[in-house]
């Protein structure tokens, strides 16, 4: 057994991000993905971005342990064959804006016809049923209207800040890839079938509700206006680089004041609480920054530790691939792609003791696997020449 979902299928009609990284983490864990592109129009992340040797990156670290084929769902015999795959497997997976699946004929109500207790999911931006719901939608979109711009400032009234990553998209294709999870598992029990939804939008402001919205949790306690609790980042300069430095309970604060030569902040009234701390942040944190101006980052970082006090070097990227804990965790790996060459990705974040996760084969090419999955089906060579003419297939 190769992966905690083995012996799942899963039909990925999805594109970009949120789809293709929720099918990317079944497929890590086991399940048989089959994703299936357009024969007129590929998956844009195909064409996105730095690549190399016919991959770009973005596909590569999306598209992992996935065949491949191209269909026309605007044929009946693309349809035809889509139906044919159905039967077989456990999900269906789409990120279609709302009213497509109907228009092509490949609606949940339709998909069930042929597989009455299929997980059917689908990934929109807004969700189906609001004034936004059939609007072209993308990361930045989502980081607006959910608030998730305004919380990155700091502040209501500072100019409202993206965040530097596609947090949306990833993050709605883990809450999709568990949700998934979560259906397999009802089905297991009941036997039954069900339809998942899940939209960017939803996810983050859930997401955010998690440590952003205290001004907004108590019903008739509103905050109208969030403040910045402090303008300074816990992120200080020191001699020769940047490090991270976060003293939250009463002990590390402590630790903190003895470590930086400063006993006398243990007898100001303005941080004799953790409230009274967060209260007088600014304050805090800049006499912290002064403080931190005077070593290296190594010595600080050597005195700090010894300390107890959390913290640790800020790395760019090259530097974090060669970071001693990440070499322990052994989270990077080295594969050798049969198309892009030699690539470093990440194994799969969650660890399982007795189903061990495995990359079993790169992304795919456009329709690779044409021959074998239609093969599988019944087609024969000459049927394959047939499709591909008219246009059904690649």
């Given amino acids: 057994m190769s992966g905690p979902l083995s012996g799942y299928k899963v039909l990925d009609l999805t594109t970009v991000i949120s789809g293709p990284f929720a099918t990317m983490l079944l497929g890590d864990q086991g399940a048989d993905i089959i994703k299936v592109e357009s024969t007129t129009s590929p998956d844009h992340a195909r064409g996105a971005g730095y690549g190399a040797n016919e991959f770009t990156a973005t596909f590569l670290n999306n598209n992992r342990n996935k065949r491949a084929i191209t269909l026309n769902l605007k044929s009946d015999k693309g349809r035809e064959i889509l139906f044919a795959l159905v039967k077989s497997c456990d999900v269906l997976i789409q990120n ?122 108590f019903i008739g306690k509103e905050v109208s206006s969030q403040r910045a609790a402090t303008f300074i980042d816990l992120i200080y300069e020191t001699k020769t680089s940047y490090i991270s430095v976060s003293a939250m309970a009463n002990k590390q604060w402590q630790a903190l004041c003895k470590a930086v030569n400063h006993p006398e902040w243990l007898e100001d009234e303005r941080f004799a609480t953790p409230a009274l701390r967060d209260q007088h942040a600014n304050e805090r944190l800049q006499l912290t920054q002064e403080a931190l101006l005077n070593k290296s980052a190594e010595q600080w970082l050597e005195i700090l530790e010894q300390a107890g006090v959390p913290c640790a070097p800020v790395l760019n990227r090259a530097e974090m691939i060669e970071h001693p804990v990440i070499k322990a965790s052994k989270l990077i790996i080295e594969t050798q792609h049969p198309v892009a060459g030699a690539i470093r990705q990440t194994r799969p974040a969650a660890r399982f003791s007795k189903t061990e996760p495995e990359i079993r084969r790169g992304a795919p090419l456009l329709g690779e696997h044409n021959a074998e999955i239609l093969g599988s089906l019944g087609y024969d060579e000459q049927a394959l020449k047939t499709l591909r003419e008219e246009g059904v297939i690649t």
């Fill in 96 to 217: 279609f804006r709302p009213g497509v699946v109907e228009r092509l004929g490949i609606s949940e109500e339709q998909v069930r016809e042929h597989k009455p207790d299929i997980i059917y999911a689908s990934i929109s931006g807004f969700g189906e049923d609001n004034p936004w719901s059939h609007k072209p939608v993308y990361d930045p979109i989502i980081q607006a209207i959910s608030g998730l711009t305004t919380i990155q400032a700091g502040s209501d009234d500072e100019r409202p800040k993206l965040v530097r990553t596609i947090l949306p998209d990833k993050l709605t294709g883990m809450t999709t890839a568990q949700a998934v999870t979560a259906a397999l598992a009802h089905r297991e029990r009941t036997g039954e079938g069900q339809h998942v939804r899940v939209s960017m939008l939803d996810t983050v402001v859930s997401f955010l509700w998690s440590s952003d919205m205290g001004g907004q949790t």
